[in-house]
């Protein structure tokens, strides 16, 4: 093969962060819109980058080691943008304080309520079928998000995010890549750009890699800050409530390339692995996006201290955690149905729609009325889960 394809499409990709990186050589000023948008293509080139880097630099690697290190640096646009929130709300406080919270609530909720049903729907179409089936070995996952699902309940009713919670929610991330790098895999078959990558010559290939990791992450560091402060400008001059900006439209350029690479895997015909993937996102996500923000928030106060959470904060912490078990629950019988999927997306959409208080508080308790009888249904479930990561340990 000479990969024709596939070097238009690593060079056109990395191309989209030219027009900022230039303009930020040149200090030439834009309109908070134009600045938004050219910076926001640059972290959305770079994260693209990244995650074919991180999939190709797998085959270079162990295999233990690559499933903490990759893992990690497949999300490093979404902790990138977040940190930057969490690091000035630490320095200068303010609305900084909120737009953390904004940010890492509507990362984790877009995963489950558009991620996850738009997957589970094109895998239906695919497959000419009315269910997904995932595989056992996503029973990891299963337990982890549950433990911490359960955990982040408590934030809320504290309102706020402790040094102790930055400690829990690191642990739990910590003991999944652990025990992860003890699981049987499948190994995966490299598509795309990453196969491209991988035909080059031993030498070429590291050198390859190591290069896109530092070019998509000075792009990053280049851009998240103009990306972010352009995003508030912006949403100020269009009278749109700032907090709902970092909430939906900031993780929709960090995570975009992740959704575009689990499409591609279902037009694969590879739809366990698309949904694998989605979950372990949401599992990182769920764990140490979490601590992070509060582990960067306390380092740039310079001081141990909690991050704050006010009223609304809380109850957007409270809708993700319930959407969190809804979705633990479904994914108990290893199963997706396509009225499972369509509930996710509904709840998401009507939540999104109207995000006024009593519709927090009411799809709250939708969201975990609807977990309760799946998981009295599918209890024995959960103990296999538990089974399957004991096994593990010992």
Same mark, same amino acid.
């Given at each position: 093969?000479d990969?024709r394809?596939?070097?238009?499409q690593?060079?056109?990709?990395?191309?989209?962060?030219l027009?900022w990186?230039?303009?930020?050589t040149l200090d030439?000023p834009?309109?908070?819109?134009?600045?938004?948008?050219?910076s926001?293509?640059a972290?959305?080139?770079?994260?693209?980058?990244?995650?074919?880097?991180?999939e190709?630099?797998?085959?270079?690697?162990p295999r233990s080691?690559?499933l903490?290190?990759?893992a990690?640096l497949?999300?490093?646009?979404?902790?990138a943008v977040d940190?930057?929130?969490?690091w000035?709300?630490?320095?200068?406080?303010g609305d900084?304080v909120?737009?953390?919270?904004?940010?890492?609530t509507?990362?984790?909720?877009?995963l489950i309520?558009?991620?996850?049903?738009l997957?589970?729907?094109?895998?239906?179409?695919?497959?000419?079928?009315?269910?997904?089936?995932?595989?056992e070995?996503?029973?990891l996952?299963?337990?982890?998000?549950?433990?911490?699902?359960?955990?982040?309940?408590?934030?809320p009713l504290?309102g706020?995010?402790?040094?102790?919670?930055a400690i829990?929610?690191?642990?739990?991330y910590?003991?999944?890549?652990?025990?992860?790098?003890?699981a049987?895999?499948?190994?995966v078959?490299?598509?795309?750009?990453?196969a491209? #990558?991988? &035909? *080059?010559?031993?030498?070429?290939?590291r050198?390859s890699? /190591? %290069? =896109?990791?530092?070019f998509?992450g000075?792009?990053?560091?280049?851009?998240v800050?103009?990306f972010?402060?352009?995003?508030?400008e912006?949403a100020?001059?269009?009278?749109?409530?700032?907090?709902?900006a970092?909430q939906?439209?900031?993780?929709?350029?960090?995570e975009s390339?992740?959704?575009i690479?689990?499409?591609?895997?279902?037009?694969?015909?590879?739809v366990?692995?698309?949904?694998?993937?989605?979950?372990?996102?949401?599992?990182?996500?769920?764990?140490?996006?979490?601590?992070?923000?509060?582990?960067i928030y306390?380092i740039?106060a310079?001081? #141990?201290? &909690? *991050?704050?959470l006010?009223?609304r904060?809380?109850?957007? /912490? %409270? =809708?993700?955690a319930?959407?969190s078990?809804?979705?633990?629950a479904?994914?108990?019988?290893?199963?997706?149905?396509?009225?499972?999927?369509?509930?996710l997306?509904?709840?998401?959409?009507?939540?999104?729609?109207?995000?006024?208080v009593?519709?927090?508080?009411?799809?709250?308790?939708v969201?975990?009325?609807?977990?309760?009888?799946?998981?009295?249904?599918?209890r024995?479930e959960?103990?296999?889960s538990?089974?399957?990561?004991?096994?593990?340990?010992?």
């Amino acid at each position: 093969m000479d990969f024709r394809k596939e070097k238009s499409q690593l060079l056109l990709i990395a191309s989209l962060s030219l027009p900022w990186l230039i303009s930020l050589t040149l200090d030439y000023p834009h309109l908070p819109i134009i600045q938004t948008f050219l910076s926001g293509m640059a972290v959305i080139s770079a994260s693209f980058l990244i995650s074919w880097a991180a999939e190709t630099a797998e085959m270079d690697v162990p295999r233990s080691f690559s499933l903490a290190i990759v893992a990690l640096l497949a999300v490093l646009p979404e902790y990138a943008v977040d940190g930057y929130f969490a690091w000035k709300a630490g320095s200068v406080g303010g609305d900084y304080v909120h737009y953390a919270t904004a940010n890492m609530t509507g990362a984790n909720r877009l995963l489950i309520g558009i991620g996850w049903s738009l997957i589970a729907f094109l895998a239906f179409k695919a497959m000419k079928t009315k269910e997904v089936k995932l595989d056992e070995g996503i029973r990891l996952e299963i337990l982890f998000l549950l433990l911490a699902t359960l955990y982040a309940f408590t934030i809320p009713l504290k309102g706020s995010i402790s040094p102790f919670d930055a400690i829990v929610f690191v642990s739990l991330y910590a003991a999944y890549v652990f025990l992860a790098t003890k699981a049987e895999r499948e190994e995966v078959e490299m598509g795309g750009v990453p196969a491209y #990558l991988c &035909s *080059l010559k031993t030498g070429q290939r590291r050198l390859s890699v /190591v %290069l =896109l990791f530092l070019f998509a992450g000075s792009v990053i560091l280049l851009s998240v800050e103009a990306f972010s402060e352009g995003l508030l400008e912006t949403a100020r001059i269009f009278g749109v409530d700032e907090f709902l900006a970092v909430q939906w439209i900031a993780p929709l350029a960090s995570e975009s390339p992740e959704l575009i690479v689990a499409v591609y895997f279902v037009k694969r015909m590879r739809v366990t692995a698309s949904m694998n993937a989605l979950i372990s996102s949401k599992v990182n996500q769920w764990t140490l996006l979490i601590g992070t923000i509060a582990v960067i928030y306390s380092i740039s106060a310079f001081k #141990l201290q &909690s *991050l704050p959470l006010d009223a609304r904060q809380s109850e957007e /912490v %409270l =809708l993700t955690a319930a959407q969190s078990i809804f979705a633990v629950a479904i994914l108990l019988d290893l199963k997706i149905s396509w009225k499972e999927a369509f509930a996710l997306l509904t709840l998401f959409v009507v939540q999104l729609m109207f995000p006024g208080v009593e519709v927090r508080y009411a799809i709250s308790g939708v969201y975990i009325i609807l977990a309760l009888p799946i998981f009295v249904k599918n209890r024995h479930e959960v103990a296999k889960s538990f089974r399957a990561v004991k096994s593990l340990i010992f």
